[in-house]
């Protein structure tokens, strides 16, 4: 049986994190409209293949790039080992189909600071339709399969510290302690896509498949300082402010 989350939207999860934190530098994958992306404090990147950006963004930012392309070109480009960019945080909100989901996941993480953090949106579906891979029949709410992560992650990887946050509507997979040398999940590709591919979350079991990892409130989460990022995050008051130079 499905669980639905009911805490705190993610939006609003992560504004909070990103009005008490900055980060050297933060990615997100799958940005369209730049919410979550609006609220960042430090440099931050932002990759879609479609954007369809509301308001500002920028703000406050020392920095901010976007590229509108799909994130397996956008790291092939090596873009962010030219320029000497370590990320501390990344927001996976990009294609929904598991395989792209765990690519973003390996290449962010190549490109991490160690004990940096991903964060993974729409690991918990609570509706049998939001699971479809049919990319002509999507649903209003789709999460494809991006649930396989949470098991994969957590046979592959038992070194990461892994939890779920019950921010609604889908959840957010918590994935800290990131080490850029790990070849693990790049090794195993292969045999990860040839096991998972076809995986029901009905054969997986819904309550082995709630049990994998911790399961939190995401105003606790919060009200606790956000403890996940304590490796990467600085404090805001620190950051450097936009400076008037004329009127």
Known sequence: MF????????????RDFHHRHALDWYLEIGCRTGRPLAEVSGPAIGVDPYFRLEGDILRGKPRLMLFQQESDTFFASDFLATNGIRLGMTFID???????????????????????????????????????????NLPAVWTGDVWKLVPILREYRPDLDIIAVDARPTGLLVVSGLDPESRVLHDHYEDILARFTTMELDDHGFDAFYDLVPIRSASEVADEGFGFARAVARDIRARAQPEVITP
Not at 109 to 132: K, M, W
């Open 3 to 14: 669980r639905k989350f009911t805490g705190r939207h993610y939006v609003d999860f992560l």
């Open 94 to 136: 990009g294609m929904h189909l598991f395989e792209y989901a765990l690519r973003d996941f390996m290449n962010a993480e190549r490109n991490s600071q160690p004990g940096g953090v991903a964060l993974i949106h729409d690991c918990y579906p609570f509706r049998t339709r939001h699971l479809t891979r049919d990319l002509d």
